[in-house]
T-cell receptor, first 114, second 112 residues
């Protein structure tokens, strides 16, 4: 089975801290994604990557950056955490299948910024 | 741009009740349509999909039919179980290189 592993299930940080969320997938997938999930807003795409060292902005990239130095690992970085970044963060990966593309998700990281 | 609209929730049903969750979409071209499910404490997982008009996706007793004329992909199940309690997301992909567009999700609670 494909496994997408997020490093932390719960994280509590203070305003202004630099925060790293790590995601690792074990199926050699080309594509990796970071979403945030908020009640009433559903899933919103922050950043995605189609290959090593490649990154593309999603719908809400402001306040975030990403890093993909190795194919299996995709990191989300909050340079200076703010309270409005309190959210559930979901990582996903997929292989290139065009219209049949299926995403595999991690279990999520619930981040609280105080 | 692409968009997915799901009915407002939450939905609460008794076990063995019939379930319908509405989903309509706006997209360019001929998108693929998906339902993802998120069980408590877990990430999303693909429930079913349909890649062309009139296709029916099915899995775990759930079904959805791709209706191009009404731009809809409603999710149905004849008899829900407590274990079906989850958040359900409708999604579409409108091109080979496009990203998935998700609806807002709807929470289903099934009581014994």
């Amino acid at each position: 089975d494909v496994k997408v592993t997020q490093s932390s299930r719960y994280l509590v940080k203070r305003t202004g801290e630099k925060v790293f969320l790590e995601c690792v997938q074990d199926m050699d997938h080309e594509n990796m994604f970071w979403y945030r999930q908020d009640p009433g807003l559903g899933l919103r795409l922050i950043y995605f990557s189609y290959d090593v060292k490649m990154k593309e902005k999603g719908d809400i990239p402001e306040g975030y950056s990403v890093s993909r130095e190795k194919k299996e690992r995709f990191s989300l970085i909050l340079e200076s955490a703010s309270t409005n970044q309190t959210s559930m963060y979901l990582c996903a990966s997929s292989t290139r299948q065009g219209l049949r593309e299926k995403l595999f998700f991690g279990s999520g990281t619930q981040l609280s910024v105080l | 741009g692409d968009s997915v609209t799901q009915m407002e929730g939450p939905v609460t049903l008794s076990e063995e009740a019939f379930l319908t969750i509405n989903c309509t979409y706006t997209a360019t071209g001929y998108p693929s349509l998906f339902w993802y499910v998120q069980y408590p404490g877990e990430g999303l997982q693909l429930l079913l999909k349909a890649t062309k008009a009139d296709d029916k996706g099915s899995n775990k007793g759930f079904e959805a039919t791709y209706r191009k004329e009404t731009t809809s992909f409603h999710l149905e199940k004849g008899s829900v179980q407590v274990s079906d309690s989850a958040v359900y997301f409708c999604a579409l992909k409108s091109g080979a290189n496009s990203k998935l567009t998700f609806g807002k999700g709807i929470t289903l609670s099934v009581r014994p």
